[in-house]
């Protein structure tokens, strides 16, 4: 991993996650907007081994950013930027996708639960009061789906699976920087949450369509994120009922 890391500044224990994957249409307008709107959170950018002009966006501004060699996955760049959280000893950190959707004048409301210690993970959710961009209808059936099946692999209903706004508190930014999943992350991670006795949570949130660029995933790849998202859910509910 090569680093090319500021200080921390020392005004909070608030770290923003912000993985980035060709991104460079939007991290600028991201990232500033953070900086002069939001500059009582830090920040740190997981550049995923992007080809486009992420790096050179991020080196150009004096971004805070980590600067993987090679494409490791969402999973991986949040994973890495929740081992930078562990490190630094912050006390919260939160996930923002790199594109632009998720709104960050929403973030008080993410963090409020876990500084009011009701929960351990907070998931920012376009259901609940269903305003804002809300996803294809195809995706929605298939976060329905997923919801159910996280449901009957755990008792806890979840509406918003596939989000990655998300906040977690210092027990599970170790957990995190330890072991989270790989591709496709943000259902399993809700599972492995659950199965270590974490109280999860969601809040409503308004998200945007995606500001510049393309989802990575396309028409084609719908199948095998179903398929693949199912199979990692069921079998890390079994791997931690074996463990126990």
Same mark, same amino acid.
């Given at each position: 991993?090569?680093?090319?890391?500021?200080?921390?500044?020392?005004?909070?224990?608030?770290?923003?996650?912000?993985?980035?994957?060709?991104?460079?249409?939007?991290?600028?307008?991201?990232?500033?907007?953070?900086?002069?709107?939001?500059?009582?959170?830090?920040?740190?950018?997981?550049?995923?081994?992007?080809?486009?002009?992420? &790096?050179? $966006?991020?080196?150009?501004?004096?971004?805070?950013?980590? #600067?993987? /060699?090679?494409?490791?996955? !969402?999973?991986? *760049?949040?994973?890495?930027?929740?081992?930078?959280?562990?490190?630094?000893?912050?006390?919260?950190?939160?996930?923002?996708?790199?594109?632009?959707?998720?709104?960050?004048?929403?973030?008080?409301?993410?963090?409020?639960?876990?500084?009011?210690?009701?929960c351990d993970i907070v998931i920012g959710s376009r259901f609940i009061q269903k305003e804002g961009f809300q996803s294809s209808s195809m995706r929605r059936i298939g976060i329905r789906?997923?919801?159910?099946?996280?449901?009957?692999?755990?008792?806890?209903?979840?509406?918003?699976?596939?989000?990655?706004?998300?906040?977690?508190?210092? &027990?599970? $930014?170790?957990?995190?920087?330890?072991?989270?999943?790989? #591709?496709? /992350?943000?259902?399993?991670? !809700?599972?492995? *949450?659950?199965?270590?006795?974490?109280?999860?949570?969601?809040?409503?949130?308004?998200?945007?369509?995606?500001?510049?660029?393309?989802?990575?995933?396309?028409?084609?790849?719908?199948?095998?994120?179903?398929?693949?998202?199912?199979?990692?859910?069921?079998?890390?509910?079994?791997?931690?009922?074996?463990?126990?």
């Amino acid at each position: 991993m090569n680093n090319i890391l500021k200080s921390r500044r020392e005004t909070t224990d608030i770290l923003l996650i912000i993985p980035a994957y060709k991104e460079a249409d939007n991290i600028e307008s991201l990232v500033n907007c953070i900086i002069d709107e939001y500059p009582q959170y830090d920040y740190v950018i997981v550049n995923d081994g992007s080809k486009d002009a992420t &790096r050179h $966006i991020c080196q150009k501004n004096g971004y805070n950013f980590i #600067d993987l /060699p090679i494409n490791l996955g !969402i999973g991986g *760049a949040v994973q890495a930027g929740y081992k930078y959280a562990e490190r630094e000893g912050y006390t919260i950190a939160i996930q923002i996708d790199g594109d632009g959707q998720h709104d960050v004048s929403q973030l008080d409301k993410v963090i409020e639960p876990l500084s009011s210690e009701l929960c351990d993970i907070v998931i920012g959710s376009r259901f609940i009061q269903k305003e804002g961009f809300q996803s294809s209808s195809m995706r929605r059936i298939g976060i329905r789906f997923l919801s159910g099946l996280i449901w009957v692999c755990t008792g806890k209903k979840i509406l918003d699976v596939t989000s990655g706004y998300r906040a977690v508190n210092r &027990r599970f $930014i170790e957990i995190y920087a330890e072991d989270y999943p790989g #591709d496709y /992350p943000e259902p399993e991670a !809700i599972v492995a *949450a659950i199965m270590h006795k974490g109280r999860v949570m969601e809040v409503p949130v308004m998200m945007k369509e995606r500001q510049a660029g393309t989802s990575s995933i396309h028409a084609w790849k719908s199948v095998y994120y179903m398929i693949k998202v199912t199979l990692a859910i069921i079998v890390c509910r079994i791997s931690f009922g074996i463990r126990r």
